[in-house]
């Protein structure tokens, strides 16, 4: 297969590709997109759909589904490829999770995700909040299930048990990268802390899921070893999409990875044995999420296309 060509930085100015085909979005239109709109913004809500510039928030928000962002929009952490704000966050807002489960009601959806910026501030990393957010949106909408996507909680127990003690259907924290490129892309984080992290979350019961970039620099190898790596530390499903440079701040996008190397990885993920992989240039971590919920449904879902083929 022919690579796209490479992005090269020249005099700190980003010499930008054309994007191919199959990175291309529908702009977001529709009463169900407005409906949403008009409810994050009515209960003051944050949403990593539009911090994180997501390039699905069309489709979700036409659908309207949208994934919701706790403990304010800025973070304590400076990762390489994220367009959240980083600096000094306001104080906890400890109203939050009532509003977030009554938009959640509002809203009447089945399936609800909710994100956050690090709180590394915070001596409890936010997870109190956390817990009081499930606990809240559950109470609120006992028919909705819900899946949270949350910090690494610098793996530390007393953080992460707060987590498994409120039961969310599914509990994901993101590896986003290789463990050689963990440094670069996420400053503050550690590769293998984030592995434990997912490995405590499984072992205390929950539904686990992470996802990685790809088009950072990483190789195939790399990329194989890493779902080795999730794989061996638990993890149930699994996301592999395309990293996007929000602005010219961020890393530069290295290469375009063409869909049926994506195609490819599904399958070599569903080998190793995860019980459902998201893989696709578009894919983000809460892309179709409502799926990811049911146990099987992705594995039988491969399975039938084999018998297909």
Known sequence: MQELPIVQVINEEETRVKKPNWLRVKLPIGESYKHVRGLVDQHKLHTICESGNCPNMGECWGAGTATFMILGNICTRSCGFCAVATGRPEAVDWDEPQRVAEAIHLMKV????????????????????????????????????LETLIPDFKAEKEPIQRIIEAAPEVVSHNIETVERMTRRVRIQAKYWRSMDTLRQLKEGG??????????????KEEVVQTLHDLYDNGVDVVTIGQYLQPTKK?????????????????????????????SGPLVRSSYHSEKHVFQGYGRKVWEQEKNLS
């Open 250 to 278: 961020h890393l530069p996008v290295d290469r375009f990875v063409h869909p049926n190397e994506f195609a490819e990885l599904r399958e070599i993920g569903y080998q190793l044995g995860f019980d459902y992989v998201e």
């Open 110 to 145: 089945k399936h609800a995700v909710i994100t956050s910026v690090d709180r590394d501030e915070l001596k409890d990393g936010g997870s109190i909040i956390w817990h009081n957010t499930i606990k809240a949106v559950k109470s609120l909408n006992p028919d909705t299930t």
């Open 206 to 219: 929950m539904r686990t899921k992470s996802g990685i970039m790809l088009g950072l620099g990483e190789t």
